[in-house]
C-alpha cells in the first residue's frame, strides 16, 4: 500500500531564505507526482507536476525533483516571501488502472517579514 | 476558463439530513474526482468518475455516501442521513484525459450540527 510522508510538518524561515521541503513513497512505482499549495479554507493549486521519467520541473523560483529509484521528490523555494506562507502538500499518481492520488500530510510553511 | 466550478461552498445540515454536492469540471475535462479531507488529515480519494461511469469508487464509505456524474450536468455527490464524522472539506478535481494532471475546485465544507 503506498504511503508518503512529508518532512517536516511545519517549517518557519525568515524573509528571503532558500528553502527545501520533502517528500518521500514507499512503492516507487507511480505515474507521476504532483506538488500543491493550499491556502487556509482553500483549495488546491497545481504547483509542479512531474512524470516519473522525469528528474525535475521548474516554475518561476520553485523546483521541484524526482528520484523514483529512492523514492524522493523535494521541493525547493528560492528566496522565500511571506506570500509564500501556506501548506504544501505533494501527491503521488500510482500507475496502472488506478487513476487516484495518494496525498501526504503537507508542511505548513511560515515565511516571517 | 472558469476553473473546477464547486457549490455550495459552504452547508451546514442537522444529523439524519441529506447533503448534496455539486460539481462542475473545468470546460473539457470528463475526468471527475472527489476527495475528502477531514480536520487535521490529509486528503483521501473517495471516487473517480467519468461521463455516466464510475470508475473506481474504492475510497467511498460502503453505506450512506453516493456520487454520479450524468451525462449533462454536474457531478454529485450525495450523503444521506449525515453524521457528525461527515463534516469534513469535500474537494472535486477534474482532469482532461485519464492520466492528465488536476486540478482542483475550492472545496465544500460540510458541518454537520
Known amino acids: 500500500k503506498q504511503e508518503v510522508t512529508q518532512i517536516p510538518a511545519a517549517l518557519s524561515v525568515p524573509e528571503g531564505e532558500n528553502l527545501v521541503l520533502n517528500c518521500s513513497f514507499t512503492?516507487?512505482?507511480?505515474?507521476?507526482l504532483q506538488w500543491f499549495r493550499q491556502d487556509p479554507g482553500k483549495g488546491l493549486t497545481s504547483l509542479l507536476l512531474i512524470q516519473s521519467s522525469q528528474r525535475e520541473q521548474t516554475s518561476g523560483r520553485l523546483n521541484a525533483s524526482l528520484d523514483k529509484s529512492s523514492g524522493r521528490s523535494t521541493l525547493y523555494i528560492a528566496a522565500s516571501q511571506p506570500g509564500d506562507s501556506a501548506t504544501y502538500l505533494c501527491?503521488?499518481?500510482?500507475?496502472?488502472?488506478?487513476?487516484?492520488?495518494?496525498f501526504g500530510t503537507g508542511t505548513l510553511l511560515a515565511v516571517q517579514p | 476558463n472558469a476553473g473546477v466550478m464547486q457549490n455550495p461552498r459552504h452547508l451546514v445540515r442537522r444529523r439524519g439530513q441529506e447533503a448534496r454536492l455539486r460539481c462542475s469540471p473545468m470546460?473539457?475535462?470528463?475526468?471527475v474526482y472527489w476527495y475528502r479531507q477531514l480536520p487535521e488529515e490529509g486528503l483521501k480519494f473517495m471516487v473517480y468518475l467519468q461521463k455516466e461511469n464510475i470508475i473506481d469508487e474504492s475510497g467511498m464509505p460502503k453505506e450512506r455516501f453516493s456520487a454520479e456524474f450524468p451525462k449533462e450536468g454536474p457531478s454529485i455527490l450525495r450523503i444521506q442521513q449525515v453524521v457528525r464524522g461527515d463534516s469534513a472539506a469535500y474537494f472535486c478535481?477534474?482532469?482532461?484525459?485519464?492520466?492528465?494532471?488536476?486540478?482542483f475546485g475550492s472545496g465544500t465544507r460540510l458541518t454537520v450540527v
Open positions: 470546460k473539457g475535462h470528463s475526468h
Open positions: 501527491a503521488v499518481r500510482e500507475g496502472g488502472a488506478t487513476n487516484k492520488l495518494i
Open positions: 478535481a477534474s482532469s482532461p484525459f485519464e492520466q492528465g494532471g488536476y486540478t
Open positions: 512503492d516507487s512505482a507511480i505515474y507521476n
